[in-house]
């Protein structure tokens, strides 16, 4: 099991992180490797992505969403990936945007990768170019405001 932790202050406010971040068919144009993100409904992705140069396709479902405070998914097909991403108001203009994310790699190129740190190299990479992207815009996207209760809540 792979696990990485990344935390990111940006100069928007939090709502703005936010409601930037729940657009997840974005993701491509922050996050490398991330080709393409389906959102099927409210709670269910469809995500494809490329890890050294292997093409992969998974689901993933939203497991827990509240505005401006953080967004949880794990997939629902076999692979094994999970994560949350925490938004901190710091200042009216300033939010830290924390991402915690685990995976388990599969076969023996996903493995190496890991080993050499791949992974946590990534999720690096991405939380500073999600920083560049909201950043540059000052405007989210778009946005959705609505909740997901944790499971058992």
Avoid: C, N
Avoid at 2 to 7: D, L, N, P, T
Avoid at 26 to 31: A, L, N, Q, V
Avoid at 92 to 117: H, Y
């Amino acid at each position: 099991m792979s696990e990485a932790i990344e935390a990111i202050e940006v100069d928007v406010p939090v709502r703005t992180a936010y409601d930037q971040w729940t657009q997840f068919e974005d993701f491509p144009h922050f996050m490398e490797g991330v080709k393409d993100v389906v959102q099927r409904d409210d709670t269910h992705l469809t995500w494809t992505i490329e890890i050294a140069g292997q093409k992969r396709e998974f689901d993933a479902e939203i497991t827990e969403q509240v505005p401006d405070e953080r967004v949880a998914w794990r997939t629902t097909d076999g692979t094994t990936h999970a994560g949350v991403v925490t938004f901190h108001r710091i200042g009216d203009t300033r939010t830290r945007v924390t991402l915690q994310l685990t995976t388990v790699p599969e076969g023996a190129v996903e493995k190496l990768g890991d080993k050499l740190g791949l992974v946590k190299s990534r999720v690096k990479g991405d939380m500073k170019r999600f920083k560049e992207f909201i950043e540059s815009r000052r405007l989210p996207t778009g946005a959705w405001r609505g909740e997901v209760p944790r499971p058992g809540a």
